[in-house]
């Protein structure tokens, strides 16, 4: 029985030889060996033999560009996590989620809902104008934030919200400076004879209104919004008229300040003799309110904490408001508790009502809170057109402001003055730089070479975040979202064949010095009359560039001399390579490097252990398959470091047939 087994894996052995090469472990069984030992892996694995799992991929937070403008393009586990190889799933960093981490976290201490930057869109009060969605930028499902439940406010809805009302001292018309205010009035019509209607104000919404309702019955609706207090509606006869003449005037007795309008919903009416329902809101004839409908009604200190005003001296709550509305005595001087104004603003007399001017970093009726500084908002709503969100807020509605020093403290992963830029990963973990996606763009290679693509430097609204989103840039020797990884060396698989290496030509004219550059590395000056042999050392010398072969067409002169045609093949170079450039003192050169002519494209691979390894990404050193070693980059022994050795002496070796047979 065990003749027959061994014999059965000395065929499945010869077949594999004939028809492909030995594949790694078999791929793992998580993929297809095809030819040249190469596997085909199924979905869900990777890696030369199928091993590693794969983690899901998300629009990446930060990257390098791969053009103008062309950044957040998919990325494992969005550039803010590290896949598990094992599982395929993602760790994210503090402060993302989702399989890909792709999603900003946001908590909002059971005091709001988490939406994101498309949903939050819809919900902007239809009252305050056009609503405009927010679908296209890169960010409309990503970031996060906090919609606050009411009473609540802070970008984590941990603060609350103190009563507001209208400066008792202010709009009392005994000056110019100090002109009468006026509340708000609305007015609509109603065309119909039978249904029912709806009226919303901030977001909430009235009973069903009927067409034949009372003043009194529209009032009532009204007052019971809790976003209503009192309102004065007047009209005779019913709501609804069929012409729709009946104009219904609204006036807010003691809602604030330039109100949001009326919404109306019209779905339910019926005009049953002739026409259409008819329902019309005239905005343009509304009287805009301008009494104050400041936090403690300017007279008082808001406690955040508690949501209650301490009214300052000589004020006290307007009935039942708990704002600080109400003159209990005369006051004839500005508002601080040692000196007027707290010293930090100027007081405007009685011509203004006693209120205080505060400096600049300065706020508060009394001007004793010092004010943050602002950025563009993380999480807001768009104005004046579809996706222009982030407008200026205060610590860019990332952080808390400590009004005691007028200073940011920033939620987790994101710092800065106000809280405008996102933290690196692990903070690169000492091995790469914190850079913006405007400086990531600018320090973009496209295979080594340097680019002209931005990011953000022409202003759009789909580059908000050129100033913002940051990412690592790694240290050579150094990769992973937080360059956290070591990177392994990378060569040539000796399985595969009918590769080339890269050739050069270069044709120069000069009787003075030329250099050569190569992934930015620049030769120190060469010589019009250098040997192949002073050429290929001066090319050797630079870091970018391994082992070559020169050659010139004509042997007996210099590199410039006779119309010499100089062959340049790169050995340790591998895959297809930017071209050489160069610049000469006096003449001419010209380089070809597109596979035009005598000139070659590099076909072998660059890969990381030459696809017959895995990375240890702990070391940096790869963990070779058996039968595999380092190489000199050529398929002979070497120190590379990678695994593109082929070992002679294990290949058809008995080591190998128990190998394969799992002996």
Known sequence: MMNYIYSLYIIIYLFIQINAEYCPNLCSQNGICGDMGICSCYD?????????????????????????????????????????????????????????????????????????????????????????????????????????????????????????????????????DNPVQFNEKQFFKCAATSGSFTIAFRGKTTEAIYYDDTQTDVEAKLEKLTTIRDVSVSFSGNV??????????????????????????????????????????????TVTGTKENAPCSNRGLCQVTTGLCECYLGFGSSGSRGDCGNEIVTVSACPGESESCSGHGTCQGSTKGYACLCSSGWRGGDCNEKSCPSGKSWFDIPINEDDNAHQDAECSNAGTCDRSVGECTCRAGFTGDNCNRMSCPNECSGHGACNTMETLAAETLDNGDATTWTYGQSFTKETWDKDMIQGCKCDIGYTGHDCSLRTCPTGDDPLTTGQYHEVQLITCTSTSTFTLTFRQATTTSIAYSASTATLESALEDLSTIGDVTVTYSVNTSGACENNNVISIKFMDNFGSLPSLIGAVDSGTISITADGSGNSIKGTKEDAECSNRGICNTGTGICECFVGFTSSDGNGNAGNRGDCGYKELNYWGSAAQLANIGGN
């Open 44 to 176: 869900g694995w990777t890696g030369p033999s199928c091993s590693l799992a794969v983690c899901p991929e998300g629009l990446a937070w930060s990257d390098n560009v791969i053009g103008t403008d062309n950044g957040h393009n998919l990325a494992i586990c969005s550039n803010r996590g590290a896949c598990d190889l094992v599982t395929g799933e993602c760790a994210c960093d503090p402060g993302f989620e989702g399989e890909a981490c792709e999603r900003l976290t946001c908590e909002c201490n059971g005091h709001g809902e988490c939406l994101s930057m498309r949903r939050f869109a819809e919900t902007k009060d239809p009252g305050l104008g056009t609503v405009y969605s927010y679908t296209n930028n890169w960010d409309s499902d990503k970031i996060f934030g906090c919609k606050c439940d009411e009473g609540f406010t802070g970008y984590d809805c941990k603060e609350r919200v103190c009563p507001t009302g209208d400066d008792p001292k202010t709009g009392d018309g005994t000056s110019t």
């Open 240 to 285: 609804c008229t069929q012409t729709g003449s009946t104009v219904v005037n609204i006036e807010f007795l003691t809602e604030y300040g330039d109100l949001p309008n009326i919404v109306l919903d019209a779905t339910n009416l019926l005009h049953t003799t002739s026409g259409d329902e008819s329902l019309e809101l005239i905005v343009e004839s």
